[in-house]
T-cell receptor, first 112, second 118 residues
Framework: DAKTTQPTSMDCAEGRAANLPCNHS???????VYWYRQIHSQGPQYIIH???NNETNEMASLIITEDRKSSTLILPHATLRDTAVYYC?????????????FGQGTTLQVKP | GAVVSQHPSWVICKSGTSVKIECRSL??????MFWYRQFPKQSLMLMAT?????????EQGVEKDKFLINHASLTLSTLTVTSAHPEDSSFYIC??????????????FGPGTRLTVT
């Protein structure tokens, strides 16, 4: 599975959009981009995933560049409860194979 | 989203004893389950992958005789830490995937089990 690069930490003001970047320049054509987050001392929470089209759900939007070498997770109106470590992971998704390998992620601090 | 539970949520045991952690998928059938370990201020490290009815596949450096994994049904996997030592103290997290064959298969995580070995 391809590696990802994320900034170590970011701050965001409460109520503003949080834009979390991720580089995955070695992504293969059959690899999806997944985003998870982990709030302190809890299990990771699934946020969103995509292959090449932009995706949106009730939690966030995922913008994937046309060359698929990078993506951005957008939390449209960040709240204090969105403070967490955000992980961008690429994974082969053929059948039930493919493992989620976690990097260091981005620690997002939402400030009042 | 789907729910994955773990039991116990925390456990304290004496060095040399064994501890079993259960992981259940509550509202879906998990064809594949994963076990992760997380030390303080570090990321999650994948320990092993198991498919229902098959032997688990362990990641490099993980002792299969020390961390026994059983995936006996589509809703239950167990991790047994045998002869636990203080260095085994960690946050153990299970994850379950029940996606359709050929699809991306979202993966859901349990709340974690905090193991402290004294």
């Amino acid at each position: 599975d391809a590696k990802t690069t994320q900034p170590t930490s970011m701050d965001c003001a409460e109520g503003r959009a949080a834009n979390l970047p991720c580089n995955h320049s070695t992504i293969s054509g059959n690899e999806y981009v997944y985003w998870y987050r982990q709030i302190h001392s809890q299990g990771p929470q699934y946020i969103i995933h995509g292959l090449k089209n932009n995706e949106t759900n009730e939690m966030a939007s995922l913008i994937i560049t046309e060359d698929r070498k990078s993506s951005t997770l957008i939390l449209p109106h960040a709240t204090l409860r969105d403070t967490a470590v955000y992980y961008c992971i690429v994974r082969v998704a053929s059948g039930n194979t493919g493992k989620l390998i976690f990097g260091q992620g981005t620690t997002l601090q939402v400030k009042p | 989203g789907a729910v994955v539970s773990q039991h116990p949520s925390w456990v304290i045991c004496k060095s040399g004893t064994s501890v079993k952690i259960e992981c259940r998928s509550l509202d879906f059938q998990a064809t594949t389950m994963f076990w992760y370990r997380q030390f303080p201020k570090q990321s999650l490290m994948l320990m092993a992958t198991s498919n229902e009815g098959s032997k688990a596949t362990y990641e490099q450096g993980v002792e299969k005789d020390k961390f026994l994994i059983n995936h006996a049904s589509l809703t239950l996997s167990t991790l047994t830490v045998t002869s636990a030592h203080p260095e085994d103290s960690s946050f153990y997290i299970c994850s379950a995937r029940g996606g359709l064959a050929g699809g991306p298969g979202e993966q859901y995580f349990g709340p974690g089990t905090r193991l402290t070995v004294t």
